[in-house]
């Protein structure tokens, strides 16, 4: 039916947003060029950097306009904010007004806080339309906002050579920040305004094995999206090869508009051809047949089980899975870390006020802190950790592996998803195994300072905090409720601004100590202030050491939430093959 065709549309829009409003992962791109504009120290640079994130700390406002405004309104309320913000950065960095330091503090802020708005519109989108596989859903949308910085960095190169001589590249990075996401959005009103009714979303269970093999398709050619980007973007040596290059990358974006036409076609075909070749059945089957359905679909909301009684049933599925306690001071330890207050079913709603009094949202919220915005950080620092090794040539090369790898980390938070069945393994599992690269690629970045470890380091680094950004979604959705995930995951990336501002502070702080030690390179005088460039590895090895001890507290705390839900996993999981069970029986 054409309602099932206009859903997958929907997917395509959110695909389109994420890819073009990622732009708070191009701010190493111009950041120089705005700290030499403003005259402004590092750690006043870091500040800056670290007020983009701060508008995380507003995201929760975007639920609030949901509750009163269309979702079109609030779509377009975050390109119009991205538009003006961006645009009064580039009148700074172009030297065509002067703005001070506290304004363009708030446009970065604001800029922030329009990302967010997008995120959550398309959180929203694909929980709506995709009830039974929104986990699919949210990871393919959301890995898509990982090539933002590559398709960024090839219309600025494309861009180059016919802007004026008067636009460098960060200006030229400004005005995409500023005008690519309001053309975007635009244009994904269009399946937005024709998204279909809730009659038309909600369908039987088996029909979500057919949108999972949809999901896998569309997964495989992001995959390649992917490694068209990575590899080809290298090679991106003049404007006109980057042109051609940026052509079949939008090509690919394109192509998912292939699933829409395939799913009404079909339909179409089932209607009209198949249907007078079967055979009419008795209407008691089919009663029975929607009771049934009707049963299933209780029984398979998305990983969300029934209460598991402490005394009886909760040792019964800790025996039938093998979770051994231990024995001694340890059993004691045990209880008190592991059982004391942990989730006991998958999907229960969570008000904010009851989320804040949960140790599993606690030891979530640092996992993150101390995983994923580690990685965010990171990036933000690219420009000044490639200029302190001199590889600033190789500035744009090195943005292109981290957002690729960030894609890539972003599409394999899709496995726990497709080897569901197959691999039993609690989400929150995943989510520590996605963190353990951080720490390794940090403590390679501490010892060594070679292009070729930075491009290792990058890309781990990339890969774990993609993953992470993914997952998370998922992840909060079935620990604490898919209808309150507005502003429960605004709540959880409250830590995005406070760690950007601690670790942005730690890497600052060593760099202008180490400028001052280790060899400055220039010493510009601006505004009868002095701009410090450091230069040698010293300039971050520190940093990258405590990064990665912060990082081992992070792996350290998912291990512990893995712990503490993974009952809650195992029990959604046997509820799970149950009425899948159930299905098959009447199906047969």
């Not at 960095?153 to 861009?159: I, R, T």
């Not at 305004?193 to 093999?213: E, F, G, K, M």
């Not at 049963?295 to 979770?323: A, H, Q």
């Not at 009094?357 to 995983?371: E, H, K, M, P, S």
């Given at each position: 039916m054409a309602g099932q065709s206009r859903k997958w549309m929907i997917v395509v829009a959110t695909i389109w947003i994420q890819a073009f409003t990622g732009t708070n992962f191009d701010f190493s791109a111009y950041s120089s060029a705005l700290k030499a504009a403003m005259g402004i120290s590092q750690v006043e640079l870091n500040y800056l950097a670290t007020a983009s994130d701060m508008g995380k700390l507003f995201g929760w406002s975007s639920g609030l306009a949901l509750l009163y405004l269309p979702l079109p309104a609030v779509l377009l309320i975050s390109a119009l904010a991205g538009l003006g913000t961006y645009t009064l950065q580039w009148l700074v960095v172009t030297s065509r007004i002067s703005l001070p330091y506290l304004a363009v503090f708030l446009l970065c802020l604001l800029a922030g806080c329009s990302?967010?708005?997008?995120?959550?519109?398309?959180?929203?989108?694909?929980?709506?339309?995709?009830?039974?596989?929104?986990?699919?859903?949210?990871?393919?949308?959301?890995?898509?906002?990982?090539?933002?910085?590559?398709?960024?960095?090839?219309?600025?190169?494309?861009?180059?050579?016919?802007?004026?001589?008067?636009?460098?590249?960060?200006?030229?990075?400004?005005?995409?920040?500023?005008?690519?996401?309001?053309?975007?959005?635009?244009?994904?009103?269009?399946?937005?305004?024709?998204?279909?009714?809730?009659?038309?979303?909600?369908?039987?269970?088996?029909?979500?094995?057919?949108?999972?093999?949809?999901?896998?398709?569309?997964?495989?050619?992001?995959?390649?999206?992917?490694?068209?980007?990575?590899?080809?973007?290298?090679?991106?040596?003049?404007?006109?090869?980057?042109?051609?290059?940026?052509?079949?990358?939008?090509?690919?974006?394109?192509?998912?508009?292939?699933?829409?036409?395939?799913?009404?076609?079909?339909?179409?075909?089932?209607?009209?051809?198949?249907?007078s070749f079967t055979l009419e059945l008795p209407d008691a089957p089919l009663i029975i047949q929607n009771d049934v359905s009707n049963?299933?679909?209780?029984?398979?909301?998305?990983?969300?089980?029934?209460?598991?009684?402490?005394?009886?049933?909760?040792?019964?599925?800790?025996?039938?899975?093998?979770?051994?306690?231990?024995?001694?001071?340890?059993?004691?330890?045990?209880?008190?870390?592991?059982?004391?207050?942990?989730?006991?079913?998958?999907?229960?709603?969570?008000?904010?006020?009851?989320?804040?009094?949960?140790?599993?949202?606690?030891?979530?919220?640092?996992?993150?802190?101390?995983?994923?915005?580690?990685?965010?950080?990171?990036?933000?620092?690219?420009?000044?950790?490639t200029e302190s090794l001199n590889l600033d040539s190789d500035l744009t090369m090195i943005l292109v592996v981290y957002s690729a790898c960030s894609f890539f980390g972003r599409l394999l938070s899709a496995i726990p998803d497709f080897l569901r069945g197959r691999v039993n393994f609690a989400r929150t599992g995943w989510l520590a195994i996605a963190l353990v690269p951080m720490p390794v690629a940090l403590f390679i970045l501490t010892r060594a300072g070679t292009e070729q470890a930075l491009l290792v380091g990058t890309a781990l680094i990339g890969l774990s905090s993609g993953f992470i950004f993914a997952a998370a979604v998922s992840v909060t959705s079935e620990l604490f409720g898919a209808r309150s995930i507005g502003v429960d995951h605004n709540m959880l990336i409250t830590n995005i601004p406070f760690g950007s501002l601690l670790y942005g502070q730690i890497a600052a702080i060593v760099y202008d100590i180490n400028g001052t030690k280790y060899g400055v390179r220039n010493v510009v005088s601006m505004q009868h202030e002095y701009m410090v460039v450091c230069m040698g590895r010293k300039c971050y090895a520190l940093t990258f050491f405590i990064w990665g001890c912060i990082t081992l507290l992070g792996l350290f705390s998912s291990f512990l939430l893995f712990l503490r839900t993974r009952q809650a996993y195992a029990e959604a999981e046997r509820k799970r093959r149950a009425s899948q069970e159930i299905l098959d029986i009447f199906q047969d």
């Open positions: 990302i967010c708005w997008f995120n959550t519109v398309c959180f929203v989108l694909c929980i709506r339309n995709f009830p039974l596989n929104r986990s699919l859903a949210l990871s393919l949308s959301i890995s898509f906002n990982g090539v933002s910085a590559a398709l960024y960095s090839l219309f600025a190169s494309s861009l180059s050579s016919s802007a004026s001589s008067s636009l460098s590249s960060s200006s030229i990075y400004l005005l995409l920040n500023a005008t690519l996401p309001l053309f975007v959005s635009l244009f994904s009103l269009i399946p937005i305004l024709r998204q279909p009714p809730d009659d038309l979303i909600h369908l039987p269970v088996d029909n979500a094995s057919h949108d999972t093999h949809r999901f896998l398709l569309l997964h495989i050619l992001a995959f390649f999206t992917g490694l068209y980007l990575l590899f080809l973007n290298s090679v991106s040596a003049n404007s006109f090869i980057s042109a051609i290059i940026l052509a079949g990358a939008i090509v690919l974006l394109v192509l998912p508009l292939g699933v829409p036409g395939v799913v009404y076609a079909r339909d179409w075909a089932h209607r009209n051809i198949y249907s049963d299933i679909d209780e029984l398979t909301k998305p990983l969300v089980s029934e209460r598991i009684n402490r005394n009886g049933e909760l040792n019964e599925v800790k025996n039938r899975n093998g979770m051994l306690k231990p024995k001694g001071v340890w059993t004691w330890l045990y209880k008190k870390v592991v059982e004391t207050n942990r989730l006991e079913m998958l999907g229960e709603e969570h008000c904010a006020r009851r989320l804040v009094t949960r140790i599993d949202f606690w030891l979530y919220y640092v996992a993150y802190f101390c995983g994923a915005t580690v990685g965010l950080v990171y990036s933000n620092n690219l420009g000044q950790i």
